[in-house]
């Protein structure tokens, strides 16, 4: 299977510690999403990569958020100090064409 | 951000019948999305619309562009089981790079 990977898919951490996420995108696929999602709600957008370069971040990333695709390959994306707030999904997407994205399967965060 | 406005918010029909749902949003897109999503899965990409006006299929659905570029719709046939899961549309303007996404619609399917 070639598609979005996203790992861990579950994550339970106390409060207050800092957890991180991978994606690795479809091989061929120049750009990468991350979204967060919350029971009830569709998928919100929290960052976004062409290559190795961020360029657009939402007001929803917070300082304790930061996300990073150091080599156009994989992505990371990491949370300090994590509040009871960040317990969603993250998930991970990416496409080739601007105007269509791909998902991977999702990493669930509860914190307790 | 921006959240589109999908309904119906939940479904439950018989199986064998038709369903429609629809999305709506107050600004205009260049790419209409649609998903459906499993629970404890990711969004899986069912249909992609490019163009106002235009109509595309995959098997039972089927997806209209709106001519007003702020509404999309999503009609499935013949319903079975496995159709049950969150319907999402997800909308992206032309030189944007966010996609925005709507709140689901979800469907039961009752055998």
């Known amino acids: 299977d070639t598609g979005v990977s996203q790992d861990p898919r579950h994550k339970i951490t106390k409060r207050g510690q800092n957890v991180t996420f991978r994606c690795d995108p479809i091989?061929?696929?120049?750009?990468l999403y991350w979204y967060r999602q919350t029971l009830g709600q569709g998928p919100e957008f929290l960052t976004y990569?062409?290559?190795?370069?961020?360029?657009?971040k939402s007001r929803l990333l917070s300082d304790r958020f930061s996300a990073e695709r150091p080599k156009g390959s994989f992505s990371t994306l990491e949370i300090q100090r994590t509040e009871q707030g960040d317990s969603a999904m993250y998930l991970c997407?990416?496409?080739?064409?601007?105007?269509?994205?791909?998902f991977g399967e999702g990493s669930w965060l509860t914190v307790v | 951000g921006q959240q589109l406005n999908q309904s119906p918010q939940s479904m439950f029909i018989q199986e064998g019948e038709d369903v429609s749902m629809n999305c709506t949003s107050s600004?205009?897109?260049?790419?209409w999305l649609w998903y459906k999503q499993d629970p404890g899965e990711g969004p899986v990409l069912l249909i992609a619309l490019y163009k106002a006006g235009e109509l595309t299929s995959n098997g039972r659905l089927t997806a209209q562009f709106g001519i007003t570029r702020k509404d999309s719709f999503l009609n499935i046939s013949a319903s079975i089981p496995s159709d049950v899961g969150i319907y999402f549309c997800?909308?992206?303007?032309?030189?944007?790079?966010?996609?925005?996404f709507g709140t689901g619609t979800s469907l039961t399917v009752i055998p």
């Open positions: 990569f062409q290559n190795e370069a961020q360029l657009e």
């Open positions: 600004s205009i897109f260049n790419t």
């Open positions: 997800a909308g992206v303007y032309y030189a944007g790079n966010q996609f925005y």
């Open positions: 997407a990416s496409s080739l064409l601007r105007n269509t994205i791909y």
């Open positions: 091989s061929e696929h120049n750009r």
